[in-house]
């Protein structure tokens, strides 16, 4: 059985968890890993570490259905499915 492993809202709720790594975001970076859950949710700043864009053009994006749409969890909380974030990764530089 998968262990879970749960953090606050701001950082998303994570079910399982496995490590990717992305490109540094901060001079003196030499390299970032990135828990991005294998199923449950991913709030914007954790979005924003894996994507090489700002957060305007991560809704706008969004907006024009080149990323995907996030889902309101509740009044005050907005996140993105792990999986079609996964998916959204794995398509990029794929042959169309």
Sequence with gaps: MPCLAWHLPRNGLIM????????PRMAGET???IN?????F???PLVLRLV?????????RVK???????????????AWRA?????????QGAPR
């Excluded at 990323?67 to 509740?74: C, E, G, R, Y």
């Design 36 to 40: 991005l859950p294998a199923t449950g």
């Design 64 to 78: 024009a259905k080149a990323f995907p749409a996030p889902v309101k969890l509740s009044e005050g909380i907005t």
């Design 83 to 91: 999986e079609d974030i996964r998916q959204w990764i794995s398509e």
């Design 42 to 44: 991913v709030r914007q």
């Design 31 to 33: 390299e970032l890993q």
């Design 52 to 60: 090489p864009f700002s957060r305007s053009t991560l809704w706008r």
């Design 16 to 23: 399982q968890s496995h490590s990717i790594a992305a490109s």
